[in-house]
């Protein structure tokens, strides 16, 4: 009698994970993803957010897989360094426009230092696996450089 028990609880869980998975296939099948998929604006200032905050290690996850090669915890540690050297602590990022394009999008991010500076980055994005994946971090090695 237990296992009886058992058996349709669990026949009712696994039934109703099926349910859901079916109704998100459904949703993407339709082109709803945009409610089910972090917007691209997120993922740009997320990445920043972390390498302000240093913490390396959630970084690469947010990157195409292509460019996780230039995503090392040293590399990226080594990177903080020269932007601070440059300009202080990242104070804040706040996205202040992006565009897409299908599977692609470029988020234009305004990040503020500890000096008092400001510069503007635009972030390329690309779908990958359904979510959105920053392609390059050359921009953010650009906030190394003194603004001017």
Request: no cysteine; net charge negative; proline share 5%.
């Amino acid at each position: 009698m237990k296992h009886w028990l058992v058996m349709r609880n669990l026949l009712g869980i696994v039934l109703l994970t099926a349910v859901a998975l079916g109704i998100i296939w459904g949703l993407l099948a339709v082109g709803a993803e945009q409610y089910l998929v972090p917007n691209p604006d997120v993922t740009a200032e997320e990445l920043v957010a972390a390498l302000a905050a240093h913490r390396y290690a959630p970084v690469p996850g947010m990157m195409l897989r292509s460019a996780r090669e230039s995503a090392g915890e040293d590399a990226l540690a080594r990177l903080v360094e020269r932007i601070e050297a440059a300009h202080g602590w990242i104070d804040s990022v706040t996205a202040t426009g992006s565009q897409r394009s299908g599977d692609r999008a470029s988020v234009t991010l305004e990040v503020q230092f500890g000096d008092g500076t400001t510069q503007n980055i635009t972030l390329p994005l690309a779908k990958e696996d359904y979510l959105w994946r920053v392609a390059s971090l050359e921009p953010v090695e650009a906030l190394a450089r003194p603004a001017g």
